[in-house]
């Protein structure tokens, strides 16, 4: 196991490239099942989860194949496996993404059933409701989901769930339904710019699919789907990652090959903090801090504040004059940063699913422990400013969404080396 060491202290500048998404790329590779052809994928980052995901492929019947840096090479080479085991599910939820192309095409699923995770309980009912609507049948049993369709047949179905619309339900509905006999409407489908990617990618595979963007996606299903080679977008959360970075350290932070688009909103809240942007093209900004000032976030579905990106924002208006608001409103137990932050000197206070931050001038380091992939992120981003030294512990947490994080911090001056940690 490995930690981070950091000093806390140093300006950021410079230039940072972001990597192709993460949560656009699982859901692609798992819709790779959808067709017996050849797939090629390009900006693919090189991540734990992806690697999960080609080993999950593997069990599957694919071959998988790095062609060059972040490409990869999809080839069929058994159509009958239908299992995702525990051992993978358990490491990595978006598992469950392959249960909606092995319906399509292989007309069953063994999915082994996802438990809860750091950060709260994380139900599938909706991927359930949505199968179940398809003309699936399904039953759970020995911790697995066992899941047949003679044949999936087309139908309108509303997917919004208490905390709104579900990206991994709706990505597994939209890949089921491709391949379906007639018409589905996902109705309350998710907008998120990683749905859209998979609908896009599916279009270029032969699927009908329309709507993608909005609540509403309509697929018409089709017989078969053929191979393709197509390129992931960006990683819009890595991106606000380094904004925030850039935010906190008082620095000025080139960050290219984004789509900018993706992050309206939350450059809109950076704004609120205190930071100015310069929109250089559709694919390229810069981030430069300013005096940081608090901030009332409510983290909610595209367009909105992203809930993978609260950690991080949390970290930068920990340090100003003033008290701000963060209402996580998509994952309840998302806080557990918090505590951790607070090692680091600040003062955040979390009632239920409400995180009342008191600025405070400074922040001193300390071993702090990341207990998931963002919570980590903002754990870096709080150290990044923390006087002296501190040391983010189970980092393996981050290394399964940020690709060589530590190598781009260093490039833009930061202070932080891995080292093994006992
Ligand atoms: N939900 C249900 N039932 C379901 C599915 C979801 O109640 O069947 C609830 C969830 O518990 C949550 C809300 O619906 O309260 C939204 O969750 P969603 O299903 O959208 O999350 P997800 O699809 O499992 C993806 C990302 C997450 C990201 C969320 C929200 C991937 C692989 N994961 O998860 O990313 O936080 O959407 O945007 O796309 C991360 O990258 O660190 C990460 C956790």
């Keep these: 196991m490995d930690k981070y060491i950091v000093k806390g202290g140093s300006t950021l500048s410079g230039e940072v490239r972001i990597s192709g ?121 020995h911790g697995y989901i066992w899941a047949q369709a003679k044949e999936l047949t087309g139908k309108r179905i509303n997917l919004l769930g208490t905390h709104g619309p579900s990206v991994l339900a709706t990505e597994n509905v939209m890949m089921a339904a491709a391949l379906a006999k007639g018409k589905t409407y996902i109705e309350g489908a998710a907008e998120e710019p990683e749905v859209a990617a998979l609908g896009k990618f599916l279009n270029q595979m032969g699927a009908k699919i329309t709507g993608l963007g909005t609540p509403i996606i309509e697929i018409e299903g089709v017989e078969s789907l053929h191979g393709v080679e197509f390129t992931v977008i960006p990683d819009r959360i890595e991106a606000g990652t380094f904004i925030a970075a850039a935010g906190i350290s008082g620095g000025k932070v080139h960050i290219k090959d984004v789509d900018i688009h993706h992050l309206d909103y939350p450059i809109e809240k950076f704004s609120e903090a205190g930071m100015e942007f310069e929109l250089l093209s559709e694919t390229e900004l810069i981030a430069k801090a300013g005096k940081i ?23 930068v208006v920990s340090l100003c004059e003033g008290i701000s608001v963060i209402k996580e409103n998509i994952f309840p137990d998302r806080f557990t940063h918090a505590a951790e932050m607070n090692r680091l000197g600040a003062e955040i206070q979390v009632d239920g699913m409400t995180a009342v931050i008191r600025g405070v001038d400074h922040l001193s380091g300390a071993a702090v422990m990341a207990s998931d992939l963002r919570a980590g992120a903002g754990l870096v981003v709080s150290t990044l400013a923390a006087r002296g030294l501190s040391e983010v512990l189970r980092i393996y947490h981050i290394d399964r969404g940020y690709e060589c994080f530590e190598q781009k911090l260093q490039a833009l001056g930061a202070d932080i080396e891995r080292a093994a940690q006992e």
């Excluded at 692609?28 to 989860?49: M, R």
């Excluded at 090479?73 to 496996?81: A, C, G, K, L, V």
């Excluded at 009332?296 to 970290?315: C, E, G, L, R, S």
């Design 21 to 141: 998404s993460k949560n656009a790329s699982l859901p692609i590779l798992a819709g790779t099942i959808l067709t017996g052809e050849d797939v090629i994928l390009h900006n693919i980052p090189d991540l734990a989860d992806i690697r999960m995901m080609l080993q999950l492929l593997e069990k599957l019947g694919k071959k998988t194949e790095w062609i060059a840096k972040n490409s990869v090479r999809i080839t069929e080479t058994d159509n009958s496996s239908i299992e995702a085991p525990y051992d993978i599910v358990r490491k990595m939820r978006a598992s469950i993404a392959v249960m909606g192309p092995l319906l399509a095409r292989r007309k069953q699923a063994k999915i082994s059933f996802p438990g809860g995770c750091a950060i709260g309980p994380r139900p599938i009912d909706i991927h359930i409701r949505g199968m179940e609507a398809l003309g699936t049948e399904l039953v759970i049993q």
């Design 293 to 315: 000032r608090p901030v009332q976030i409510d983290t909610k579905p595209y367009p909105y504040f992203p809930t993978d990106m609260q950690a991080q924002i949390m970290a």
